[in-house]
């Protein structure tokens, strides 16, 4: 059964709220052209209760704000995509929706995240750290950085660590071994090997089927953390 949206209290008027846009679009660019070309009937997709306070009714649609997408595979793009934005009348907050083609404050798409782990990967393997090898095999124009990659590899480690209970509901992970003291690289591999995902084909057709079955189930990015969960923030 599908979760309704549940958020803490939201406290004082203003604060922002990233929820997860759940579709089976492969790319953000299939998303941004469904937009302006075959409007997306975001009202339907929430349903009549307001997200953040619960009273139906409440919210209205504004107008979307843009943010950059940058991909690196097939190729190096890079473009601004909008993202729909509503307001909670009753607390004067906004929340918005965020495809799940990306992650909360990253500008890159989780295909670009992803296809350049499995470059690390490729090159942790071969004996070197994985990061260094990852940062001069893609485009240079891209500003992926050895540091970004690290940066990158927890963060999915990370969520794949938290969404591990919920992701064994799709996959059987009964010998993933997740510890912090652990090798991230193994873990990263070892989660993708029984995600069926090893290549850059099976993650083009499967890696979508990943971010659905999870966001679908628990309404929560895989990866990153939204707005609402992060500290310091109102």
Not at 157 to 173: K, S
Request: overall charge neutral.
């Amino acid at each position: 059964m599908q979760k309704p949206w549940t958020l803490p209290p939201c406290g004082q008027g203003g604060r922002r709220i990233q929820l997860p846009y759940v579709n089976r679009f492969e790319t953000i660019w299939e998303y941004k052209e469904a937009f302006f070309s075959d409007p997306i009937d975001f009202l339907a997709y929430i349903g009549p209760a307001c997200p953040i306070c619960g009273d139906r009714d409440c919210y209205q649609e504004i107008d979307p704000y843009w943010r950059y997408a940058i991909d690196l595979f097939p190729e190096f793009k890079k473009e601004q995509v909008p993202i729909a934005r509503f307001l909670c009348q009753k607390h004067r907050s906004t929340f918005s929706l965020l495809p799940i083609q990306l992650i909360p404050y990253f500008q890159y798409t989780v295909n670009a995240v992803i296809g350049t782990l499995f470059l690390g990967v490729s090159c942790w393997r071969m004996g070197q750290t994985g990061f260094c090898g990852a940062e001069v095999s893609v485009e240079p124009e891209s500003n992926v950085t050895a540091w970004l990659i690290f940066c990158w590899l927890m963060a999915v480690v990370t969520g794949l660590r938290r969404g591990h209970a919920e992701l064994m509901l799709f996959y059987d992970l009964s010998r993933i071994q997740t510890s912090e003291t652990g090798v991230p690289w193994q873990e990263f591999s070892d989660y993708f090997v029984v995600f069926g995902i090893d290549t850059e084909t099976t993650r083009r057709s499967r890696l979508p089927i990943l971010l659905y079955r999870y966001s679908q189930r628990t309404k929560l990015f895989l990866f990153g953390t939204p707005s609402q969960y992060r500290s310091g923030r109102a």
